[in-house]
Protein backbone atom coordinates (compact mmCIF):
# COMPACT_ATOMS: atom_id res chain seq x y z
CA UNK A 1 0.00 0.00 0.00
CA UNK A 2 1.83 3.11 -1.01
CA UNK A 3 2.29 5.83 1.69
CA UNK A 4 0.51 8.80 0.20
CA UNK A 5 -2.33 8.95 -2.03
CA UNK A 6 -3.20 12.88 -4.06
CA UNK A 7 -6.02 13.99 -4.82
CA UNK A 8 -6.35 16.26 -7.90
CA UNK A 9 -8.79 19.48 -9.35
CA UNK A 10 -8.51 18.53 -12.81
CA UNK A 11 -7.37 14.94 -14.74
CA UNK A 12 -4.62 16.53 -16.16
CA UNK A 13 -3.28 16.00 -12.67
CA UNK A 14 -1.19 18.64 -11.84
CA UNK A 15 -2.51 20.59 -9.14
CA UNK A 16 -3.45 18.52 -5.58
CA UNK A 17 -6.07 19.21 -3.19
CA UNK A 18 -5.24 17.15 -0.66
CA UNK A 19 -3.44 14.05 0.34
CA UNK A 20 -4.20 11.36 2.38
CA UNK A 21 -1.63 9.43 4.24
CA UNK A 22 -0.65 6.15 5.59
CA UNK A 23 0.06 5.44 9.11
CA UNK A 24 3.86 5.38 9.51
CA UNK A 25 5.19 1.27 9.39
CA UNK A 26 7.35 0.34 12.61
CA UNK A 27 10.37 2.20 11.12
CA UNK A 28 13.27 4.18 13.45
CA UNK A 29 12.81 7.60 12.58
CA UNK A 30 15.45 9.49 14.75
CA UNK A 31 18.88 8.62 14.43
CA UNK A 32 22.03 9.22 17.43
CA UNK A 33 23.10 12.45 16.02
CA UNK A 34 21.50 15.53 13.68
CA UNK A 35 21.32 14.85 10.33
CA UNK A 36 20.62 17.44 7.39
CA UNK A 37 18.18 15.26 5.25
CA UNK A 38 16.83 17.74 3.05
CA UNK A 39 18.51 17.31 -0.16
CA UNK A 40 17.59 13.44 0.13
CA UNK A 41 14.20 14.18 -1.17
CA UNK A 42 14.78 15.86 -4.44
CA UNK A 43 12.38 17.76 -6.54
CA UNK A 44 8.48 16.70 -6.42
CA UNK A 45 7.53 14.18 -8.82
CA UNK A 46 4.59 11.86 -8.11
CA UNK A 47 5.41 9.77 -11.20
CA UNK A 48 8.96 8.85 -9.41
CA UNK A 49 7.95 9.25 -5.78
CA UNK A 50 10.65 11.66 -5.41
CA UNK A 51 10.38 15.32 -2.91
CA UNK A 52 7.06 15.14 -1.38
CA UNK A 53 5.95 11.90 -2.73
CA UNK A 54 8.79 9.59 -1.03
CA UNK A 55 7.44 7.26 1.06
CA UNK A 56 8.50 7.65 4.37
CA UNK A 57 10.02 3.89 4.51
CA UNK A 58 12.64 5.06 1.55
CA UNK A 59 13.60 8.19 3.77
CA UNK A 60 14.08 6.33 7.00
CA UNK A 61 16.03 3.59 5.39
CA UNK A 62 18.24 5.92 4.04
CA UNK A 63 18.61 8.12 7.08
CA UNK A 64 18.97 4.53 9.30
CA UNK A 65 21.92 3.67 6.79
CA UNK A 66 24.05 6.57 6.64
CA UNK A 67 22.71 9.17 4.22
CA UNK A 68 22.15 12.76 4.06
CA UNK A 69 24.85 15.15 6.45
CA UNK A 70 25.62 14.71 10.00
CA UNK A 71 25.94 18.63 11.39
CA UNK A 72 28.95 17.86 13.43
CA UNK A 73 30.74 17.25 10.77
CA UNK A 74 31.49 20.65 9.68
CA UNK A 75 28.76 22.14 7.74
CA UNK A 76 29.66 26.18 7.21
CA UNK A 77 25.98 27.55 7.46
CA UNK A 78 26.79 31.23 7.63
CA UNK A 79 28.60 31.56 4.27
CA UNK A 80 27.57 34.46 1.43
Given at each position: ?P????????????????????????????????????????????????????????????L?????L???????????
Open positions: MDRFAGYWYSAKVLPYWFWESPAASRTLLTGVVVDASALPGASSTIGRTGVFLPTTTLSNWTGGSGILSEGLVAGEP
